[in-house]
C-alpha cells in the first residue's frame, strides 16, 4: 500500500460514474458528492480533509485527456465507483480503474475501493463481464446497494422533502447506507493519518555502524540524508514527511519504477566532516537554519566535493521561516535551491510557490537513482 502522507492528496476520493447515469437520475451522483463533502470532514476533527473529485467540476477541461485523467487519479486518496447502465458502455470509465490499479495495486482494491451499486442488472452484469474480472482482483468485491428494494434497477431516494419546515433532508434509507461508506472511508483516512504521527523520527542519532547494520539492504532504497542541526530538531520528522510526501507525486504517475521508495535519514555535520565521501546518498537537504548567507555556501562548498562523480547526488536547502512575515528568500545558494517551509501546527508545510523546487530537486533524486541501478544492471 502507499506510504503517501495523506496530506499529499488533493482530493478524499476520485468518484469515478458515466456523466449519463447522473444526469438520468437526476444528479444523484453530484448530490451524493455534496453529502460526502459536507458529511466526512466532521467525522475527522483535526484532519483537513478535501473535497471529492467530481469530473463535472474539478475537470480536465484542457490538455491531454489521459494524462490529465491519470494525475486526478493519482492525487486522489481512495476511488469510490457508481454503477449503472451507462458505466457498462463506458471505456472511460474502464480506465479509471485501470490506472487506479496501477498506482495503488491490489491492496488499493482492498483498502481503498467503494462500489456503489444504482442498478442491481447493472452490478450484476458488470461483475460477470471479463474485462471487470481481469482489472479487480478479487471475485468477492464488495458493493454497496443503494437501489430501491422494489424496483431494483432505480436508485434510491437521497433526499426526502419535509414539507412542514419546507426543508430537504437526507432520506433515512440513504443515511444508513450512507454511513456504511463514510464510517469505512474515515477509517481508512484516520488511520493513514496516526501512522504518520507515530512514525519513528527522520533524524537517526545512532552511531554511523550501527545505523548501517540497520538499514535495509535493497537497492530500490532512496536514501536522502537531511542534515541532522539541533536548532530546528522539532521540525525534523514533518520536513521528512513532507519530503516523502513529495517523493510520492514525482513518483505517482511513473509506471516504470512504483517499487522505488524513498527514506529520509538524519545525519549530523559532524558525521559529515568525517566521512570522506557520501556515496550511499541519492540527495542531501541542508538546513539553512541561523546561518548567514557565507556560513551556508561554505558548508555547501564542503559538502559537495563528497558528492562528486558521474552520478552526483543532488542537493537543496531547506529554509524554516520565522512566519508569515519573514521576507528572507532567495532562490539559489551557489547551485544549489532554497525551498521555503512554513512553520505549521503539527510542523512544517513547504510553501505551495516553492513546492515544484521541491519536486524538481527529488526529481533529480530519481533520475541519479535510475541511472545508478542501470549501471549496476549493465556490470558483468
Not at 485523467?69 to 471505456?91: C, G, P, Q, W
Not at 562523480?309 to 544549489?336: F, I, L, Q
Request: with cysteine; hydrophobic share 40%; net charge negative.
Amino acid at each position: 500500500m502507499s506510504n503517501r502522507a495523506f496530506s499529499s492528496y488533493r482530493h478524499s476520493a476520485f468518484l469515478s460514474y458515466a456523466h449519463d447515469d447522473d444526469t438520468a437520475w437526476a444528479g444523484w451522483i453530484t448530490n451524493f458528492n455534496t453529502e460526502l463533502n459536507r458529511m466526512l470532514p466532521p467525522r475527522l476533527h483535526g484532519i483537513d480533509v478535501p473535497n471529492a473529485h467530481l469530473s463535472s467540476r474539478n475537470g480536465p477541461i484542457a490538455g491531454p485527456l489521459n494524462e490529465e485523467l491519470r494525475k486526478n487519479v493519482a492525487a486522489s486518496f481512495a476511488m469510490i465507483l457508481f454503477v449503472h447502465d451507462n458505466y457498462l458502455t463506458s471505456e472511460w470509465c474502464l480506465h479509471e480503474l485501470e490506472y487506479f490499479k496501477e498506482l495503488f495495486g491490489d491492496d488499493g482494491f482492498r483498502e481503498r475501493f467503494f462500489v456503489i451499486a444504482l442498478s442491481a442488472p447493472a452490478i450484476k452484469e458488470l461483475t460477470s463481464r471479463a474485462k471487470w474480472k481481469r482489472v479487480c482482483p478479487f471475485e468477492d468485491q464488495v458493493w454497496i446497494p443503494f437501489y430501491d428494494e422494489d424496483e431494483t434497477d432505480i436508485p434510491m431516494d437521497i433526499y426526502a422533502d419535509n414539507t412542514r419546515d419546507k426543508q430537504v433532508i437526507v432520506a433515512n434509507g440513504f443515511w444508513r447506507k450512507f454511513l456504511r461508506v463514510r464510517e469505512a472511508l474515515a477509517k481508512k483516512i484516520r488511520a493513514t493519518v496516526d501512522r504518520e504521527h507515530h512514525a519513528p523520527s527522520y533524524p537517526d542519532v545512532e552511531p554511523a555502524a550501527a545505523r548501517s547494520a540497520a538499514l535495509p539492504k535493497d537497492e530500490l532504497l532512496v536514501r536522502v540524508y537531511i542534515e541532522g542541526n539541533k536548532e530546528q530538531e522539532t521540525y525534523w520528522e514533518s520536513l521528512g514527511q513532507q519530503v516523502v510526501a513529495s517523493w510520492g507525486e514525482v513518483v505517482a504517475t511513473m509506471q516504470s519504477e512504483p517499487q522505488l521508495y524513498l527514506r529520509p535519514t538524519g545525519l549530523q555535520m559532524t558525521e559529515i566532516d568525517q566521512r570522506p565521501v557520501l556515496d550511499d546518498a541519492d540527495g542531501v537537504v541542508l538546513l539553512w537554519g541561523k546561518k548567514t548567507p557565507d556560513s551556508l555556501a561554505a558548508q555547501i562548498n564542503k559538502v559537495e566535493p563528497k558528492l562528486s562523480g558521474p552520478n552526483y547526488a543532488p542537493g537543496v536547502v531547506a529554509y524554516v521561516m520565522d512566519g508569515p512575515n519573514d521576507t528572507r528568500s532567495t532562490e539559489s545558494v551557489g547551485n544549489w535551491h532554497v525551498v521555503r517551509f512554513m512553520p505549521t501546527a503539527g510542523g512544517v508545510a513547504v510553501l505551495a510557490e516553492d513546492a515544484p523546487a521541491l519536486k524538481v530537486f527529488l526529481s533529480s533524486v530519481l533520475e541519479r537513482k535510475r541511472k545508478r541501478l542501470n549501471g549496476r544492471a549493465a556490470k558483468p
